[in-house]
């Protein structure tokens, strides 16, 4: 079955680096496009972006865009993200997200915490 598991969050302070993994499981992962999305508390989830199959295109919420970065490794059913300049508005859990639509979309990793304090 599909899996994914997200990695490499925790406590930051602002401007800081972090970097997240999520490694997937159970289906064709060079096959579809990826994304992060993230919940901060008391709000609802939201996209932070996208990357699409091949690794070469990708987008981005204007919220974060200058400042964090996706990738891929297709060969390792891995993607990233490099959050840098942190703000404290980041703060959330983090989530990867198969697809854009269908069935495969509807899965969800458990997510890593990202807390951005000083």
């Known amino acids: 079955q599909v899996q994914l598991v997200e990695s490499g969050g925790g406590l930051v302070e602002p401007g800081g680096s972090l970097r997240l993994s999520c490694v997937a499981s159970g289906f064709d992962f060079s096959s579809y496009a990826m994304a992060w999305y993230r919940q901060a508390p008391g709000k609802g989830r939201e996209w932070v972006s996208r990357i699409f199959s091949e690794g070469t295109l990708s987008n981005f919420a204007d919220s974060v865009k200058g400042r964090f970065m996706i990738s891929r490794d297709n060969s390792k059913s891995t993607l990233y993200l490099q959050m840098n300049n942190v703000k404290l508005e980041d703060t959330g859990i983090y989530y990867c997200?198969?697809?854009?639509?269908?069935?495969?979309?509807?899965?969800w990793g458990q997510g890593t915490q990202v807390t951005v304090s000083s």
């Open positions: 997200r198969p697809g854009l639509r269908g069935p495969i979309h509807d899965h």
